[in-house]
T-cell receptor, first 111, second 114 residues
Framework: GNSVTQMEGPVTLSEEAFLTINCTYT??????LFWYVQYPGEGLQLLLK?????DKGSNKGFEATYRKETTSFHLEKGSVQVSDSAVYFC??????????FGGGTRLMVKP | NAGVTQTPKFQVLKTGQSMTLQCAQD?????MYWYRQDPGMGLRLIYY???????DKGEVPNGYNVSRLNKREFSLRLESAAPSQTSVYFC?????????????FGQGTRLTVV
């Protein structure tokens, strides 16, 4: 089956620092890749996605590039804000509508 | 739009008690899902329903049953709760479109079994 591995957190950064959260996947074929974000007390919501190799997903200053050669989909942001504090989940899907999630990475941004 | 609505938001059960978690979506989605979220393990799929009238097991179905009551509603039942089922439960739905489509999540139910 599919699997997704993320860097363990928590990741603690100061405001305006550069963010990278690593994500690698194992899946057959050509999965679609997603980043979801979970703010405190809420459900998950889609942050960005990429559906084929070399695609770049972007939203709210976050970016991730689908790298098939390294089976990776690392999340980056050039300048984080306190409001970005949340848990971030990487996920893949190559079996119809079933998502496989990584373990989640908690980001804490300090003023 | 309400999106995906789950009830209750919090619940404490004693070992051996039963309960049903309710989920409804108003987006006319065909597919619905139940996940559990445990620290460091991400979300794991319990059951899913690709369409009204069908249900299938996910990664961790033991100890749970589901019912797809109609297109809107998908319930999760614990017949005899165990402490290992202490978790946060999320319901989700998605439109047709295969692997490229996003899932929409409810706000979760925090369940504690003592």
């Amino acid at each position: 089956g599919n699997s997704v591995t993320q860097m363990e957190g928590p990741v603690t950064l100061s405001e305006e620092a550069f963010l990278t959260i690593n994500c690698t996947y194992t899946a057959t074929g050509y999965p679609s890749l997603f980043w979801y974000v979970q703010y405190p007390g809420e459900g998950l919501q889609l942050l960005l996605k990429a559906t084929k190799a070399d695609d770049k997903g972007s939203n709210k200053g976050f970016e991730a590039t689908y790298r098939k050669e390294t089976t990776s989909f690392h999340l980056e942001k050039g300048s984080v804000q306190v409001s970005d504090s949340a848990v971030y989940f990487c996920a893949c899907n190559n079996a119809g509508n079933m998502l496989t999630f990584g373990g989640g990475t908690r980001l804490m941004v300090k003023p | 739009n309400a999106g995906v609505t789950q009830t209750p938001k919090f619940q404490v059960l004693k070992t051996g008690q039963s309960m049903t978690l309710q989920c409804a979506q108003d987006m006319n989605h065909n597919s619905m899902y139940w996940y559990r979220q445990d620290p460091g393990m991400g979300l794991r799929l319990i059951y899913y329903s690709a369409s009204e009238g069908t249900t299938d097991k996910g990664e961790v179905p033991n100890g749970y049953n589901v019912s797809r009551l109609n297109k809107r509603e998908f319930s999760l039942r614990l017949e005899s709760a165990a402490p290992s089922q202490t978790s946060v439960y999320f319901c989700a739905s998605s439109p047709p479109g295969g692997q490229n489509t996003e899932a929409f999540f409810g706000q979760g139910t925090r369940l504690t079994v003592v």
